[in-house]
């Protein structure tokens, strides 16, 4: 793998001359603290900010979504048929994006592109961009990536790997997509690879200190789904939880979606939203039952999907990054760090 | 890429109202492109989404069989926002169709089996589907004896009455069909629940005997313990689920019990299989 | 404020003992800084996890239905906005009085954890009460601030900070406030043109991802099926649509008109930094006016919007 300097004099304008051929998006401030935003020609990322209220998933798969129209004029020949819409799958890139969360990309990838059906937004999305990361010098509290597969510089899911080092970034090329999106901003000074290599050993040695929180995952998969779906510690857990959507919309590996059908004059548009698992709504039957009627139930799924289900199933650890967004956020506090623990560690009588 | 949202275009050919309640109609289409119909090959016990443009899509299993060509049927209960629009559209009218979705019964491993197909009230589509294949010549011979419990609450509320009363006049289907209760002096056939005609009537298991059962919740729950006294083992009763669903391909994710997702790893399941997943359907 | 702890912790273990209730609702220590989670206590050994500190801005009110078993009481602490919802709760009858305990919490205010959040670059690792005096921490720096100067804005606003109705006090009332200019923001809005307003809610809304916490947040949303969730018919779009997405907050707030207390329970709740009661201060100051109306101060009255009355100085109602 070979290493570029990048002087942070030079850094605006190669994120210029990268617009040409690239949609850039990046962490910008607003009211509500870093988003994860496209960045008109005005706007350069804001690197050093912290972790983004929102994770970048909705680069990839935005909360709202067109995927199909239709019109409804009985005097066009093709109406009442739908067709998929016209989609910008032009090169995108995302700039400052944290290594978990392109470990969590790769994660959400098993679901919506696996061996019996592709989704092809998100697919044609994923293949359309390069993720150029920047490793974590100062891991907040609630950062605990490193118990969940990754890590402050985890290079999985990346195309670049970058490292700030004050005056300069230092760049670890890592794909072939990495080296077109350095190639389109004109970045070229090499780096010595031994040397470089043992400065991102360092800096990751120390930024891992950093991270206090962590999590034992290591039994889950021994454990069976029913003795934990039937533990007696859910109703704890889920007491304080007021239900709303938060920790899933958040979440960077939560994928789940509702679709829905409007119209607008005589034009029929299906399109799909963010769904969450804490809503009533998500498994209500048109009939009236409801298989996750109460609050203790969805909270359960959340949790069985992500450390147990997921686990399972592929084989990957866990469906979780170790962000800690959901921990920040969750207006009730409610920290799967404690959730995952007690799981992990529940011994069935 | 082939995009897996995209229904295929199909024309209502005909409508057919149900049941004497007129809750439920079955819809024939047709493929507007005759090679759609080859891309739609199912096997009884799929299911596809039902697919209105501004309307929305809904899960439905497919109620036609495989042997039957030109067209596919459904057979609809009116309940939620789609299901009502489809009931008052017309023939002639454009909408989509997606799928075939989910898996099927074990086809493979019924071969040569005594196959016992156990339904209640509209759970009879796909059962309609399977037994129609299945007495096809050219598939007959691959099954040993067919038993059919079919109950509904009144003689009116039956599927496909014509042909179950053709079918009760072979001689190589067993036909049992009940109602809960009926005043019609004319009826004669069996009176009663379907667990109590099942536990009655149905063959007794031995290792080469399936279940497939199909119907409402407290049917199901009534049904087990009959088949438990008549020696089915828990991988002898076939099972098919229903869950609220949205994609159809295991991508949405709400439709899970336990790992298993309802839409793509289902819908049929053995009931050994459903017992080792937590009961969310 | 901490001090009155160790009496909430003293009367819960005495009900709990005694059996005069079957839970306490109350406050547990986060786990992060700046945090605390609602918390139901059923045995008299685990009342040492109650805290009660300024970072519980949520308002217990909106647990107690879901709580309740089916026989007995339960028991909750609450602080004059909380004891103000539970009045509400028991006026539109979702819970009876002679159901709940309440343990009566005089309150000084609630931070602003975003405010605090602002103070630094990067994230807090620790956050100490003392009395006024607040020690927060970050891996960059220490700042020591007076709770008085980071509290939220309802709770610099608030003119109930004890508790209303009770079964016991936790400590002796405080002081309450008297305001110059109780609603300077809502008449600052109400100051805009026109387009200027319409600007100004747009903005508000703009960053709103519909996770429903505010209204999950909320004591008042106890609707089985909210409307926007309704199916047949469907009265709101799903998607991330501008006018889908004002549809919700709007019709919240009028939902919510003579009935909010102002807790704050929604901006707190809300990860995406909306001050959701721009709209619905609005309405608190048009009850005030219109009605002589504040919510959850009397047990015998229904909220205005809710009665009808002849002698209506309106017309249209007539």
Known sequence: MNFITIDKKDWAGGIDRSRKTYRVFGPVQDENGCQ?????????????????????????????????????????????????????????????????????????????????????????????????????????????????????????????????????????????????????????????????????????????????????????????????????????????????????????????????????????????????????????????????????????????????????????????????????????????????????????? | ME???????????????????????????????????????????????????????????????????????????????????????????????????????????????????????????????????????????????????????????????EELFDWEKRDDINMHITVDGTDDPEWKYHKGFVPQVVENNAPVADEDTYAIVCGPPIMIKFTQPALTKLGYQEHQIIMSLENRMKCGIGMCGRCNIGKELVCKDGPVFTLEQINQTPKEY | MDTCIEKIRAICADLLAKGEVQKVIGFAEGSIPMASRPIAVTSKDDVE???????????????????????????????????????????????????????????????????????????ITDFIEEGDTLTIVSAQKKEVVSKKDMLRHNCRMCTHRNPVVFDVMAAEPVAEQSLDQPFADVDQIAAMDPEARWAHFQELTKNCIRCYACRNACPLCYCPTCFVDESSPQWVGKGQDKTDINTFHFLRAFHCAGRCTDCGACVEACPMGINVRDFTRKLNKDALELFGWEAGLDMEKRPPLDVYSPDDPDDFIK
């Open chain 3, 49 to 123: 996890k109650l805290v009660f500190n300024a970072t519980c801005g949520l308002n217990l009110a909106n647990y107690v239905s879901d709580a309740l078993p089916k026989e007995g009481k339960i028991a909750v602490t609450a602080k004059g906005c909380d004891s103000r919802n539970l009045v509400t709760h028991m006026v539109e009858n979702q819970v009876s009085r002679d159901r709940l305990y309440i343990i009566g919490v005089p309150c000084t205010g609630m931070v602003d954890k975003r405010k605090i959040a602002a103070l630094f670059e990067d994230e």
């Open chain 1, 36 to 349: 994860i935003k496209p960045l008109t020609p005005d706007l350069y990322p804001l690197m050093d900010a912290g972790v983004t209220v929102m994770s970048p998933k909705s680069v990839l798969f935005p909360q709202t979504e067109k995927m199909l129209t239709a019109t409804l004029d009985a005097s066009r020949e093709d109406h009442h048929i739908m067709k998929p819409v016209e989609k910008d799958d032009t090169l995108r890139v995302v700039l400052g994006i944290r290594p978990y969360d392109a470990r969590a990309i790769l994660l959400v990838k098993l679901n919506f592109d696996n061996p019996d059906y592709q989704d092809p937004y998100w697919c044609d999305a994923y293949a359309a961009t390069t993720f150029v990361g920047l490793g974590v010098n100062r891991p907040g509290p609630c950062d605990f990536s490193t118990s969940t597969g990754c890590g402050p510089f985890s290079e999985e899911g990346l195309d670049v790997l970058m490292a700030d080092l004050d005056d300069r970034y230092l760049a670890k090329i890592l794909t072939e997509k990495g080296e077109t999106w350095a190639g389109a901003c004109g970045f070229d000074t090499t780096a010595d690879a031994a040397e470089s290599q043992a400065l991102f050993d360092i800096l990751r040695k120390e930024a891992e200190k950093n991270i206090t929180a962590s999590v034992d995952t290591d039994q889950l998969s021994e454990k069976s789904i029913l003795d934990l779906h039937e533990a007696p510690f859910w109703d704890d857990v889920a007491f304080s939880c007021i239900n709303c959507g938060t920790c899933t919309y958040v979440c960077p590996t939560c994928w789940c979606f509702d679709i829905q059908d409007e119209t607008k004059h005589k034009t029929a548009v299906r399109f799909r939203n963010w769904d969450s698992c804490m809503s009533p709504l998500f498994t209500h039957h048109a009939s009236g039952h409801n298989p996750r009627e109460s609050k203790v139930q969805r909270v359960r799924q959340r949790f069985m999907h992500k450390l147990k289900y997921f686990v399972d199933k592929y084989d990957q650890g866990i469906m979780c990054v170790g962000c800690g967004r959901c921990v920040a956020s969750c207006p009730v506090n409610i920290d799967i760090r404690e959730v995952c623990t007690i799981m992990n560690n529940h011994e069935s009588k």
């Open chain 2, 3 to 161: 995009n897996p949202y995209v229904p295929y275009p199909v024309r209502i050919d005909d409508i057919e109202v149900a049941t004497e309640d007129k809750s439920l109609k079955t819809f024939t289409f047709v493929f507007q492109n005759p090679e759609d119909e080859e891309k739609f090959a199912y096997k009884a016990g799929q299911f596809a989404e039902l697919s209105i443009p501004g309307v929305g899509e809904i899960p439905i299993g497919i109620a036609s069989s495989p042997v039957e060509k030109g067209f596919v049927k459904f057979t609809v209960f009116r309940t939620g926002v789609v299901t009502s629009h489809l009931h008052n559209m017309k023939k002639g009218d454009i909408m989509g169709i997606r799928g075939p979705l989910g898996n099927w019964y074990p086809w493979e491993k019924l071969e040569n089996k005594n196959v016992v197909i156990i339904g209640g009230g509209f759970a009879f589509t796909t059962l309609r589907s399977s037994i129609v294949y299945m007495l096809d010549p050219a598939n007959r011979s691959r099954f040993k004896n067919i038993d059919v419990v079919y109950g509904a609450r009144s003689p009116g509320m039956l599927l496909y009455r």
